[in-house]
């Protein structure tokens, strides 16, 4: 089967590359999605976005998150046949933002 595109599911901030998309022990990204867009590439894509805690927190900024994903994305593709890339975002206004400056 040939891949007609890809879509990259990014998180927001304090969220998780899996837990985020997952309800019930169902990541519907894996689970089903794939079923619903045969032809897709489904990938996740996770970063440090811990705002609050006890824990040590993320010393990156929104536009640093941004660049690192944008450099990330470019080099994966580079490497794959796939070209068009959808990116859908969780409600998390903030990642928007930082993607679009990035």
């Not at 894996?30 to 805690?53: C, H, N």
């Amino acid at each position: 089967m040939t891949l007609s595109h890809s879509i990259v599911a990014i998180h927001g901030l304090d969220g998780h590359r899996e837990d985020s998309w997952t309800i019930e022990n169902v990541l519907w990204l894996r689970d089903l999605l794939p079923s619903k867009i045969p032809t897709a590439r489904i990938l996740t894509y996770g970063y440090d976005a811990r705002t609050r805690g006890h824990v040590q927190l993320s010393s990156q900024t929104l536009f640093d998150h941004s660049e690192t994903f944008l450099a990330k994305l470019a080099l994966f593709r580079q490497n794959t046949d796939v070209r068009k890339v959808i990116i859908w975002l969780m409600m998390y206004i903030y990642v928007g933002i930082a993607l679009d400056t990035g």
